[in-house]
Structure formats: structure tokens, C-alpha cells
């Protein structure tokens, strides 16, 4: 009867260990097991959700994709012991596909919004970035400034960004017309076209498009103080600290300050990402 009783015992608890190990519970940072608990839509794998064709932070080159936020992201799931997975995604759903349960984050050179951080959360900031102006020199060469825009013409952005809010606000009250691009970069083919008389887009990433394309000039900065972070689901905290701890740990072991430089030689670094800044 003891036996019995033993062997039953042993049973339940090894049926208790294979439940607990099922599903998408993930022991923590590096997979230590004394790690906060957190959770992930696929076993082991980090889900990260982008538009991946917004250089320099997330495009493919050479058939393979790379760019900041991509950098970024392969660093943090390597520091959480998980493999990393892609998913386009159309950045004016984005935040709700998000929240959806659709992927963990979205790591798409994101500003950090009051609208937005009411449907997701974010990571500590990592990039400082303002909005810019770009014109078609070859059909337009006297427009160097939004100022100079007329009733009727027409400016594009892409649907769903900052930039896309900024006309809405500054430049539709005075009788210009918004178009809206699911994907930037064919906003950038349309200007070469003569579809649209200028862009309003991240100064870095219209900076990139105009390198390949002679026709264009990014004219004007615009200055709005914008931060980008890392969004993650309300609904996962845990998953937010680990991705957040990461993010510190390369900030304060200079890994961020790094790939900083390397993305982008020319600007200065920023003290959210310098170590002790």
C-alpha cells in the first residue's frame, strides 16, 4: 500500500513538472531561473512587430535585415536567452495589433506618445529625433520650408506616425492636403514623380531615402523633441522589466553607445543611452 501510494504521488508530481515547463513561460533575463517570470506569444522566441523598410532602422539590405532598432532587438533577445522573430506590420495598426496579442513589442523607430501609451506601453527612450521636410529640388528647387507652401498643394506622410499627425496640425489648417503612404518609402517615390510637392517624415530615416535618390533634399528640420522607445503589451509588465533591465545593461556596459555610432557617425550621442548620463 505504501508503494502504491508512492508511486502515485510520484506520478502527480511528475505530471505537475511537465505542465509547468508547457506553454510560453520563460524563466527570465538569460533564462536564470531566479529571474522575474515572464511570458512570450511563442515559447523562446521574442515576436517583435515593424514596418522593416524605414532606414536606417529597420530595412533589408542585400536580402538580409539589419538597421538600428534591428540591432537593438537581436542584443536584448540574445540578453533574455530568446531566439528573435519578425512581423511585418502596417504602422497605422501597429499599436493595437500590439495590444491584440498579435506580437510581444514593436520596435519600429516608434515616438513616445501620451495617445499611444494609452493603448501600449514603452521601453526607456533610446533615440532622440525630430521631423523634416523634403522637396523634389529638380521640380521645386526654390522650396526650402513648409512656409512656403500653398493652398492646395499637396504633402505627403506616412499613415499612422508622428510626421502624418504634424501636417494634420500645422500645414491642413491652411489648406494643404495630406496624403497618407501605408510604407514611407513610396511617399519618397511619389515626390521623385512630381505626385506630391514635399514629405514630412523623421529627419533621420528621410535622410537615408533622399542618399539613393539625387533628385530629392531633405530642406528643413523640424524641430519636435521626439523620443522613440520600444512599445510592449500593458498586459506583460514582467516581459517590459527584462526588455527594459536589458536595455540598461547595454546602456551601462556601452553596447548602446556603440551601435549608436555605428547607425549614425555624425550625431551626437544621446545621454539617455551614454553610460552614467
Known sequence: MIVRRLLVAATVLA?????CNSGSN??????????????????????????LDYQPFEFYKN?????????????????????????????KTIF????????????????????????VDFSIPYYDANQSFTVNVAKTPDLTNVDQLKKGDVVGAQAGTTGRDWVNDHLVPKGIQLKEFTQAPDAFT??????????VNDEPSSRAEVVSRPDLK?????????????ALRKQNPELEKAVNDAMKAMIADGTFVKLFKKWFPTLVVPPEITPGG
Open 15 to 19: 505530471l505537475a513538472a511537465t505542465a
Open 26 to 51: 520563460n524563466a527570465g533575463p538569460s533564462g536564470s531561473a531566479s529571474g522575474p517570470a515572464f511570458t512570450t506569444v511563442k515559447s523562446g522566441t521574442l515576436t517583435v512587430g515593424s514596418c
Open 63 to 91: 536580402g538580409k535585415l539589419t538597421g538600428y532598432d534591428v540591432e537593438i532587438m537581436e542584443e536584448v533577445a540574445k540578453r533574455l536567452d530568446l531566439k528573435l522573430e519578425w512581423v511585418k506590420a502596417n504602422f
Open 96 to 119: 493595437t495589433a500590439l495590444d491584440g496579442g498579435q506580437f510581444d513589442a514593436v520596435a519600429a523607430a516608434s515616438t513616445i506618445t501620451p495617445d499611444r501609451q494609452q493603448v
Open 190 to 199: 511619389d515626390l521623385e514623380a512630381g505626385s506630391i510637392v514635399g514629405i
Open 218 to 230: 531633405v530642406v528643413q528640420p523640424i524641430v519636435t523633441k521626439e523620443q522613440y522607445g520600444i
